[in-house]
Every structure is written in structure tokens, then in C-alpha cells.
């Protein structure tokens, strides 16, 4: 999250940025593996991810919500669209991110835009 966020911030490369960083982050090597993972992915469908958040939370534009609020939906989401993580799980370690991070209105974002995202996940027809 710290270098989705950082990178937003700069204007950098996500990926480059964990590349140059991760020694930092001092993870086990799976966790560190799947941090490289999600930030590729996450890097890869920017577009796509914040669509999705426009379209999750209308109300508030991703231009006008905090950067740290953005990168903990993005991390969510691209969670819950791996199928990797079961979505309640993606959505509790958002929401405690967001707990930590975040006002409580960023927190309850977080929870609100995650749960309609799995609630259409569930509703669509190709599930």
C-alpha cells in the first residue's frame, strides 16, 4: 500500500518503485513475492481499477478522495478480481488499512465500495 501510495503521489512507476524498495519493506520471501505480484497487477490495470472505483463510488471522484484511500480500493479490488483472496478477507485487510490510515468517512468508503463490488461480482451472470 505504502508504494502504490507513494507512487501516485510522485507520478512514479509502481512496479519500479517496489523493485528499487522491497528490500526495505523486510518481508518473508513469499510475502514478498506476492507484494511484487499484486503491484504488477495493480500497475498493469490502473485504468481499469479506477473505473471501477468511479463507478463503485460515484459520489466522490477519484480526483477528490485521498491518494491512500485510492491505493487501499485499488489493492482491494485487484484482490477480490484475482481470486486469490477470498473477498472478505480482501475486504477486512482493506478495512483495517483503512482503519489505520485513513478517516473514519475513508474507512467506511473502503468497506462500502468493496462490498458493492463483490455483491456485482455475485450478481453478474458470468459468476
Same mark, same amino acid.
Given at each position: 500500500? %505504502?508504494?502504490?501510495?507513494?507512487? +501516485?503521489?510522485?507520478?512514479?512507476?509502481?512496479?519500479? !518503485?517496489? @523493485?528499487?524498495?522491497? #528490500?526495505? !519493506?523486510? !518481508?518473508? +520471501?513469499?510475502?514478498? +513475492?506476492?507484494?511484487?505480484?499484486? *503491484?504488477?497487477?495493480?500497475?498493469?490495470?490502473?485504468?481499469?481499477?479506477?473505473? @471501477? &472505483?468511479?463507478?463503485?463510488?460515484?459520489?466522490?471522484? &477519484?480526483?477528490?478522495?485521498?491518494?491512500?484511500?485510492?491505493?487501499?480500493? %485499488? *489493492?482491494? *479490488? +485487484?484482490?477480490?478480481?484475482?481470486? %486469490?483472496?477470498?473477498?472478505?478477507?480482501? &475486504?477486512?485487510?482493506?478495512?483495517?488499512?483503512?482503519?489505520?490510515?485513513?478517516?473514519?468517512?475513508? %474507512?467506511?468508503?473502503?468497506?462500502?465500495?468493496?462490498? @458493492? #463490488?463483490?455483491?456485482?461480482?455475485?450478481?453478474?451472470?458470468?459468476?
Amino acid at each position: 500500500m %505504502r508504494l502504490l501510495f507513494e507512487a +501516485a503521489i510522485r507520478g512514479g512507476d509502481p512496479v519500479a !518503485l517496489y @523493485t528499487s524498495r522491497q #528490500h526495505e !519493506l523486510g !518481508l518473508a +520471501a513469499d510475502a514478498r +513475492a506476492y507484494a511484487g505480484t499484486l *503491484i504488477e497487477e495493480v500497475a498493469a490495470r490502473l485504468g481499469d481499477l479506477d473505473a @471501477t &472505483i468511479s463507478e463503485l463510488a460515484p459520489a466522490w471522484p &477519484i480526483a477528490q478522495m485521498a491518494q491512500l484511500e485510492v491505493a487501499i480500493l %485499488r *489493492i482491494g *479490488i +485487484a484482490e477480490i478480481d484475482s481470486g %486469490r483472496v477470498p473477498p472478505a478477507v480482501a &475486504i477486512n485487510e482493506a478495512v483495517e488499512l483503512a482503519k489505520q490510515y485513513c478517516t473514519e468517512g475513508g %474507512r467506511r468508503l473502503v468497506n462500502g465500495a468493496l462490498g @458493492t #463490488h463483490v455483491r456485482r461480482q455475485a450478481d453478474s451472470p458470468a459468476s
